[in-house]
């Protein structure tokens, strides 16, 4: 077996970190592209939006998380669906109360306020709880 054939295991913190951050950006465009579209197509209020696009993404990110990020396949999936729900509906009121916040209150413009607010939640709330709670499991090399 050469190196790519060879199971490598998945549970570093650094390698997880940069497949999260890859798997971030691809559900974050799935989200702000959902954001953007029911902003300026159908005119919802940008929290509302939020809260939809941060809903799609997050499906998203689930299955990259499963089956890419943390190579979570071995664990129930609904154990881990469920710990995702739990995570995501903390992200979404955190990134819907930061919309509002940038946004609606401090009048920044809300793509701007998105990106600021997504970060700060993904790298300080979904990382850390995905690879502890919801994928732990596997990422720590347990079955």
């Known amino acids: 077996m050469n190196a790519v054939d060879s199971p490598q295991p998945r549970s570093g913190l650094a390698s997880s970190f ?6 971030a950006v691809v ?37 990259l998380g499963r089956h890419w990020i943390f190579a979570a396949k071995e ?16 992200s979404l009121v955190l990134n819907s109360v930061g919309e509002y916040l940038l946004h609606d209150r401090a009048r920044i413009q809300y793509l701007v306020a998105r990106i600021l607010v997504a970060t700060v939640v993904s790298v300080g709330w979904n990382y850390p709880l995905q690879r502890s709670f919801v994928y732990h499991r596997v990422a720590e090399g347990r079955s």
């Open 27 to 63: 559900a974050t465009g799935i989200d702000f592209g959902t954001m953007s579209a029911l902003v300026s197509l159908l005119g919802l209020p940008a929290a509302l939006a939020t809260a939809i696009g941060a809903t799609v993404g997050g499906a998203s990110n689930f299955l």
């Open 75 to 90: 664990g129930r999936t609904a154990a881990q669906a469920w710990r995702y729900v739990l995570v995501s509906a903390t």
């Open 18 to 23: 940069g497949r999260h951050q890859v798997g």
